[in-house]
């Protein structure tokens, strides 16, 4: 089972970038999702997640600016950002998590956002 991450590109500082994560339906349905983002030298870090039920959270740092929203019927979930800055820089990836389950996350492979100055 894979997620399949795309979206990411280059923009300048104060643009937008729009990030999609499709998953398979049996997987999706169940599951809270989530997106993560590494930076170079820095630890994977939780940008946003979206319950099964569509309650949200998000990174302070990214509050105000990104969108986390998924869409039951395409079995995708979205991040919509925007005003990014250059420390938004990092690999995204998606996940799955089953969790409430018990069981593993099912990770994205990660894509690139580069926000230049």
């Known amino acids: 089972v894979q997620l399949q991450a795309s979206g990411g590109g280059l923009v300048q500082a104060g643009g937008s970038l729009r990030l999609s994560c499709a998953a398979p339906?049996?997987?999706?349905?169940?599951?809270?999702m989530g997106w993560y983002r590494q930076a170079p030298g820095k630890q994977r870090e939780l940008v946003a997640a979206i319950s099964s039920g569509g309650s949200t959270n998000y990174a302070d740092s990214v509050k105000g600016r990104f969108t986390i929203s998924r869409d039951n019927t395409k079995t995708t979930v979205s991040l919509q950002m925007s005003s990014l800055k250059p420390e938004d820089t990092a690999v995204y990836f998606c996940?799955?998590?089953?969790?409430?389950?018990?069981?593993?996350?099912?990770w994205g492979q990660g894509t690139l956002v580069t926000v230049s100055s």
């Open positions: 339906g049996s997987i999706f349905s169940i599951a809270d």
């Open positions: 996940v799955a998590d089953l969790s409430k389950h018990r069981l593993g996350p099912i």
